[in-house]
């Protein structure tokens, strides 16, 4: 950690105007999934005559990671929405030159006093479950609701048209299974026929689509209230049902299947989104999303795994992700797609 | 060897956990360690049943096969079937059960993907025992752990 305080006081006394005896202390690593380096630390530096003090958050590449993203795609995901009623960290500096910590790197502020909830935990939430899932699911619909025209995104990512937002996730995911699976996966194959044969109406709008807004990703404090909306990495433009349909899928409720996420009703929480986004969420339409989600999340335990077995990442969480995860999405799939081919034959 | 492998996994599991995790002091490493602890208890299981439920999956697809040679009018098809219904397990380690399950795997996505294009009355109660041998194949496998708070 001596290491990292060195070289960012430099970083931040180069980037800073005016900065200047910049300290970096209390430096922590905290997990935030594999896909990046996470750390915590404060700032204090001088600045006209001041004295200055910030608590951050760095994340920086790693060598290899969970998914293959570009880092600022996440950091104009958080400056985007800053300005919004979404809550996200204020985004500071993304820094691409390798030259400073040998990976690029972005810096946000430290949204402190808070926590996240583990999506394999029985209850989460405890008794703050109901009103942080009002705020999660409003949340959800607030990005739906968006322009990601006028957020200055709709230039830094490819727009799908509405009837090929689906397609276009679809392959991507079937590919990383082609690329990565170590082992035949007769259950994603299936559902990946499944979604072929069945596409969804297109999408009643090209959305801001988080693509990873779950339980564990948002940071809530003692009075129950969401102060930020974390992991953005994954955002693309695409069909908002994909986000509902992620958030909802059954993994992130640790076997309560009608409290998606651990926190209130699934009917409750689709009425919100639909009210906040101003968007219908047909149960036929989110039905092919939530089939699509579990295939998304297969592909990326499988994933996982692929690196972990090869020893590019041997973060713990990747051989979790990739024992677990796998079998919690194969069996739910596995149920469904049982049960919708026995429909198809009628 | 004794104490037995599982034991051994668990207690490390237990020790990881309750003793040296929370003295780590940092989120990370307490984390990756709480997490490693996991990993051997849900390897323990693993352990302990592996060669039970691979032998137990290749035998269920093997049978599921050499019915399906039965039933299906694609002769090359059917011959694959029947040939991999003739295997047997000649080794019990985990590899040679592994590798002759990814092979009877991927025998298995050739047959669901082939039977959902066919309309036929046959097709409907073989596509039903397919997933029937599959979602016995998954349960067999379900990994369980404790909730982590």
């Known amino acids: ?346 | 060897m004794k104490p037995d492998l599982v034991k051994v996994m668990n207690g490390t599991f237990g020790t990881l956990l309750f003793e040296i995790g929370p003295k780590l002091g940092t989120d990370y490493s307490s984390g990756s360690v709480n997490l490693m602890g996991l990993l051997l208890l849900l390897g323990a299981e693993e352990h302990e049943r592996a060669a039970d439920t691979l032998f137990q999956d290749n035998r269920d697809l093997r049978a599921l096969f050499g019915e399906a040679a039965g039933i299906v009018p694609d002769v090359g098809l059917r011959g694959r079937l029947a040939a991999a219904a003739a295997e047997t397990d000649a080794s019990l380690r985990i590899s040679a059960l592994t590798d002759a399950n990814d092979g009877l795997k991927t025998l298995l996505v050739e047959v669901q993907a082939y039977l959902e294009d066919q309309a036929e009355p046959w097709a409907g109660p073989l596509e039903a025992k397919v997933w029937h041998v599959l979602r016995a194949n998954l349960e067999r496998r379900k990994v369980t752990f404790p909730s982590l708070g």
């Not at chain 1, 008794?127 to 006028?150: C, K, M, S």
């Not at chain 1, 937002?165 to 559902?191: N, S, Y």
């Not at chain 1, 076997?255 to 047909?282: C, F, H, N, T, Y």
């Open chain 1, 1 to 346: 950690m001596d290491d990292i305080a060195q070289k960012f006081a430099a970083y931040l006394e180069h980037r800073v105007s005016g900065a200047s005896a910049v300290e970096i202390f209390d430096v922590s690593r905290i997990h935030g999934g594999a896909s990046r380096e996470t750390f915590r630390l404060r700032a204090r530096w001088r600045q006209d005559g001041e004295a200055v003090e910030r608590p951050l958050v760095l994340r920086r590449d790693p060598v290899a990671s969970l998914i293959e993203t570009e880092r600022d795609l996440e950091y104009n995901a958080y400056r985007a929405f800053h300005p919004t009623a979404v809550p996200v960290p204020e985004p500071l500096y993304l820094e691409t030159e390798t030259a400073w910590l040998e990976r690029p790197f972005f810096v946000m502020e430290q949204i402190e006093g808070c926590e996240a909830g583990s999506p394999f935990a029985p209850d989460p939430f405890g008794p703050l479950a109901d009103r942080i899932g009002r705020q999660f699911w409003t949340i959800l619909g607030t990005i739906a609701a968006q322009d990601p025209e006028a957020l200055g995104l709709a230039g830094h990512m490819e727009m799908p048209a509405p009837d090929k937002a689906w397609a276009r996730e679809l392959a991507h995911w079937e590919k990383v299974i082609d690329d990565d699976e170590l082992t035949p996966q007769p259950v994603a194959r299936a559902a990946i026929r499944w979604l072929k044969r069945n596409p969804p109406p297109p999408a009643q709008k090209i959305a801001v689509v988080h693509g990873d807004y779950r339980t564990g990703n948002f940071l809530f404090d003692a009075d129950g209230d969401i102060r930020a909306i974390l992991d953005w990495e994954m955002c693309h433009l695409g069909d908002p049902l994909e986000d509902l349909a992620w958030a909802a899928d059954p993994l992130w409720a640790f076997e309560q299947p009608d409290r998606p996420g651990g926190m209130i009703g699934r009917k409750e929480a689709v009425a919100l989104w639909e009210q906040a986004s101003g968007l219908s969420a047909d149960p036929d339409r989110l039905r092919w999303w939530e089939i699509f989600a579990s295939v998304k999340g297969l592909a990326i335990w499988i994933s996982a795994g692929k690196e972990y077995d090869s020893g590019t990442n041997q973060d713990p969480v990747m051989a979790f992700s990739s024992w677990y995860c796998t079998d919690v999405h194969d069996r739910v799939l596995a149920e469904r797609l049982e049960a919708l081919a026995a429909e198809a034959r009628l």
